[in-house]
Nanobody
Framework: QVQLVESGGGVVQAGGSLRLSCAVSARTLSGYAVGWFRQAPTKERDFVAA????????HYADSVSGRFTISKDNAKTTVYLQMNSLKPEDTAVYYC????????????????WGQGTQVTVSS
């Protein structure tokens, strides 16, 4: 069983930055990947970024590559999403999710989800 709790959402102006956190609780995360997804109103949930817990390999959606950075703190079992150069189209509820073992690089079959945190980017 894996539990995830997101935090760090808020309102920011276009061009600004936010850092989201995902606190992960599990007996072990070996063989897992943790990813971030987002869902805007009336749209489907989209993959944003993911990180392998064991190897720290990362994977990004094209829409955020170069602007967002995913990282983790093993001691705190927390995954972060640093979001820079934010755009109004980044506005969405952001979810973290865990998949594995094994896992896809984009966590497409995540079994565990957090409750989400709202990010609003004003123009």
């Amino acid at each position: 069983q894996v539990q995830l709790v997101e935090s760090g959402g808020g309102v920011v102006q276009a061009g600004g930055s936010l850092r989201l956190s995902c606190a992960v609780s599990a007996r072990t995360l070996s063989g897992y990947a943790v990813g971030w997804f987002r869902q805007a109103p009336t749209k489907e949930r989209d993959f944003v970024a993911a990180i392998s817990w064991s190897s720290s390999n990362t994977h990004y959606a094209d829409s955020v590559s170069g602007r967002f950075t995913i990282s983790k703190d093993n001691a705190k079992t927390t995954v972060y999403l640093q979001m820079n150069s934010l755009k109004p189209e980044d506005t969405a509820v952001y979810y973290c999710a865990a998949e594995g073992p094994p896992y896809y690089s984009d966590c497409r079959q995540s079994d565990y989800w957090g409750q989400g945190t709202q990010v609003t980017v004003s123009s």
